[in-house]
């Protein structure tokens, strides 16, 4: 059976909104190294164009994998003005695609231990916090790595002290747990849906409790080193800052990269690059 991969990187220029063309937003011309040969470069180009021409759009990296070749495509510039187009090599935040990485690290985790995704997750938290239930029904590892755990999106109180950049920088471990001594459950875990970054977040913390190493460590120790993901980490070099695309807000203005999201680093704290999510993907598709 044939596969197919696509990775779209733009993270850098629409970090948080919908990548539905607005028609009232100004539009620009769009730097490529797209060679436009084949029909399926002039396809690529028809598709990405158009969201590349929005005056907000700074750049996108794209990575495609079909029938066993890589092809790399670059659209806008690194930074607005540099006249640079993104390639294969060049840096985002991947944001929730961090969540797949803390899913693997878990299964991990789990069968080192001889555990299952069916385990309750009070048994790896301080005693402290009473167990996590509604009706009886615990959570369970699986309820926070597919959004079922019945936690909410973010904490209520995330906004205290915030940092005007980072909303997550302040928010550390003993703060996620004090919320959770405290916290009611409305509704059975596995029974509703809900995204929550607070479960992808406690997932990494459970991680780094049960393992005595951090996030990043143990990111590269089992999954980066082993698929050779050497552009893919949590803590950016000097030289990586060199390579990171500048990211922009909707209105088009120069915005910062979370350089910290403490106790959320499980939800979405990686920076990788096209040709590190292609490798990732590849393994996947390949995996058993």
């Known amino acids: 059976m044939k596969k197919t991969l696509l990775f779209a990187l733009v993270f850098a220029s629409l970090i948080a909104t919908s990548c539905k063309k607005d028609d009232s937003e100004p539009t620009k011309e769009v730097k490529t190294n797209n060679p436009l040969i084949s029909d399926f470069d002039k396809r690529i180009n028809e598709i990405i164009t158009p969201y590349a021409k929005i005056y907000s759009t700074a750049s996108v990296s794209i990575g495609i994998f079909k029938d066993n070749q890589t092809t790399y495509y670059g659209y806008g510039e690194t930074e607005k003005g540099n006249n640079t187009i993104p390639n294969s090599e060049t840096l985002y935040e991947i944001g929730s695609i961090t969540k797949t990485f803390t ?68 928010y550390d471990s003993t703060k996620v747990y004090n919320y959770l001594k405290n916290y009611v459950f409305t509704v059975n875990p596995g029974q509703r849906w809900e995204y929550s970054n607070l479960g992808a977040g406690l997932a990494g913390l459970i991680l780094e409790r049960m393992n005595h190493k951090s996030y990043e460590q ?59 999510m292609i490798a990732y993907g590849k393994n996947i598709l390949n995996s058993e």
């Open 103 to 170: 899913a693997l690290l878990t299964i991990d985790f789990l069968q080192a231990k001889i555990l299952t995704l069916d385990t309750p997750i009070n048994i790896f938290l301080p005693s402290t916090i009473p167990t996590l239930q509604y009706n009886g029904n615990s959570i369970k590892i699986k309820h926070l790595l597919n959004h079922t755990s019945g936690l909410p999106r973010l904490p209520e109180d995330i906004q205290e002290g915030m940092n005007p950049y980072n909303p997550y920088k302040h």
């Open 218 to 276: 143990l990111l590269i120790e089992k999954i980066c080193t082993p698929l050779g993901l050497n552009s893919t980490k949590v803590t950016l070099t000097n030289n990586d800052r060199q390579n990171l695309a500048v990211g922009y807000n909707r209105f088009g203005f120069e915005t910062f990269y979370w350089d910290d999201m403490n106790a959320f680093k499980g939800a979405g704290a990686i920076k990788s690059n096209a040709k590190d």
